[in-house]
């Protein structure tokens, strides 16, 4: 399959898929080599890569992800323990989030206005 096939069925663009190729993302057990050097990808690259964009949409960093790929595979122990530390981290998040949100009704609620200088009420 070439890469452009590959695009269009992830919905990704080309420069992504040879960006995760570059950074490691996406290995050479998914390439195949023609003679003149021109890479065919094998079809298991869109389930794959599907993964790929799930975990990249739930927060993990493509560090992240080479780390984890690294490892050729994970028991389901450390899974969970991976997966468990990024709920945490989101979570951590959407507190700090609350609490900004929480600071701006402040500033609401203390009628300031920038019309007579920024900050003066």
Same mark, same amino acid.
Do not use: W
């Given at each position: 399959?070439?890469?452009?096939?590959?695009?269009?069925?992830?919905?990704?663009?080309?420069?992504?898929?040879?960006?995760?190729?570059?950074?490691?993302?996406?290995?050479?057990?998914?390439?195949?080599?023609?003679?003149?050097?021109?890479?065919?990808?094998?079809?298991? &690259?869109?389930?794959?890569?599907?993964?790929?964009?799930?975990?990249?949409?739930?927060?993990?960093? &493509?560090?992240?992800?080479?780390?984890?790929?690294?490892?050729?595979? &994970?028991?389901?122990?450390?899974?969970?323990?991976?997966?468990?530390?990024?709920?945490?981290? &989101?979570?951590?998040?959407?507190?700090?989030?609350?609490?900004?949100?929480?600071?701006l009704y402040g500033i609401l609620d203390m009628n300031i206005t920038c019309e007579d200088g920024f900050g003066?009420?």
């Amino acid at each position: 399959m070439k890469i452009s096939e590959v695009a269009t069925k992830v919905g990704l663009p080309i420069s992504t898929l040879r960006y995760y190729e570059k950074m490691g993302i996406i290995t050479e057990e998914y390439i195949l080599r023609e003679e003149n050097n021109y890479r065919n990808y094998v079809p298991e &690259i869109v389930q794959y890569i599907e993964v790929v964009k799930n975990c990249i949409a739930v927060g993990f960093s &493509i560090q992240d992800i080479k780390s984890m790929i690294s490892k050729h595979g &994970i028991s389901k122990d450390e899974q969970a323990r991976i997966i468990h530390h990024k709920i945490a981290e &989101i979570e951590d998040a959407q507190k700090k989030m609350e609490t900004s949100k929480q600071s701006l009704y402040g500033i609401l609620d203390m009628n300031i206005t920038c019309e007579d200088g920024f900050g003066k009420a």
